[in-house]
């Protein structure tokens, strides 16, 4: 039921299309959400192009699922073997690239775990197995968690090991994943997107980041209407084609918290 009160807690909607235009559903990840990005693009999309976007804010896992089942025109996620999978399935038509930031590993900055300044990020994750430091993970089946369990079956760590000691997952998004964070002093895996924009820091620090295995590709995709013949194909491609233009690039580019830019545009033209 959390996981259901989560979801609706997290529709929003874009009130800057015109009466006239269309609609269209947009599953996609917490981090686009909570990162303040959709708060900035969906007005400039809809002022363009006259149609109203709903996003369903979800992890991505979930946001493929919800285009499995046909309940949204869009997907827009961050995990490309799951994505790679869904268009082997049919499930889509296209996967285009849109955006890039990387992932960063913070916790308190007392460090228990002696991480702070490396750039090895499985170093750092066998650090903090090795000191039964906590951790919090989305546990979500997000693109940021599959991610996370990427990251440390190279780094060679069973964290099944340490569930309900130190390692301790929550199934929430990234900024409740912070907030628990935050309050507990444990490290975790973030996308810098939602890290920028989040306030409550508390003792929380970035103590690992620049490895090349922290990378985080964005992708869209329209839901196949061969598929799912309710797929509003026309205005779900142009807001696809709107993100990789070069005006949608410029967009994603201008978005910035603090002075400092989230998202990276790299759409291929």
């Known amino acids: 039921m959390k996981k259901i009160a989560?979801?609706?807690?997290?529709?929003?909607?874009?009130?800057?299309?015109?009466?006239?235009?269309?609609?269209?559903?947009?599953?996609?990840?917490?981090?686009?959400?909570?990162?303040?990005?959709?708060?900035?693009?969906?007005?400039?999309?809809?002022?363009?192009?006259?149609v109203e976007v709903k996003v369903v804010a979800v992890g991505t896992g979930q946001a493929l699922d919800i285009g499995r089942r046909g309940d949204a025109d869009v997907v827009f996620v961050h995990d490309r073997p799951a994505e790679d999978k869904f268009m082997s399935?049919?499930?889509?038509?296209?996967?285009?690239?849109?955006?890039y930031n990387d992932f960063i590993i913070v916790g308190p900055k007392s460090d228990p775990a002696k991480i702070a300044?490396?750039?090895?990020?499985?170093?750092?994750?066998?650090?903090?197995a090795a000191a039964k430091a906590p951790f919090i993970s989305r546990g979500d089946k997000s693109g940021t968690h599959a991610a996370e369990?990427?990251?440390?079956?190279?780094a060679g760590v069973d964290i099944a090991a340490g569930k309900d000691s130190w390692y301790r997952e929550i199934g929430q998004g990234m900024g409740p994943a912070l907030n628990m964070a935050s309050s507990s002093n444990a490290y975790l895996l973030s996308d810098r997107g939602t890290w920028?924009?989040?306030?409550?820091?508390?003792?929380?620090?970035?103590?690992?980041?620049?490895?090349?295995?922290?990378?985080?590709?964005?992708?869209?995709?329209?839901?196949?209407?061969?598929?799912?013949?309710?797929?509003?194909?026309?205005?779900?491609?142009?807001?696809?084609?709107?993100?990789?233009?070069?005006?949608?690039?410029?967009?994603?580019?201008?978005?910035?918290?603090?002075g400092e830019q989230l998202f990276f545009p790299n759409a291929s033209h």
């Open 6 to 50: 989560a979801i609706a807690s997290i529709l929003l909607w874009s009130t800057c299309a015109s009466a006239q235009g269309g609609s269209i559903t947009v599953a996609s990840t917490t981090s686009t959400e909570q990162s303040g990005l959709f708060g900035y693009l969906l007005p400039l999309f809809s002022k363009a192009e006259g």
């Open 196 to 258: 920028l924009s989040f306030k409550n820091r508390g003792e929380l620090a970035i103590l690992t980041e620049g490895d090349k295995r922290l990378f985080n590709q964005y992708g869209v995709m329209l839901v196949n209407p061969a598929t799912h013949p309710n797929v509003k194909a026309k205005d779900g491609q142009a807001f696809i084609d709107w993100l990789v233009s070069p005006k949608g690039q410029d967009a994603i580019a201008g978005y910035k918290v603090g």
């Open 149 to 154: 369990l990427r990251l440390w079956r190279e």
């Open 89 to 99: 399935e049919g499930q889509g038509v296209k996967r285009f690239d849109v955006m």
């Open 117 to 128: 300044g490396s750039k090895d990020v499985t170093d750092a994750l066998r650090k903090i």
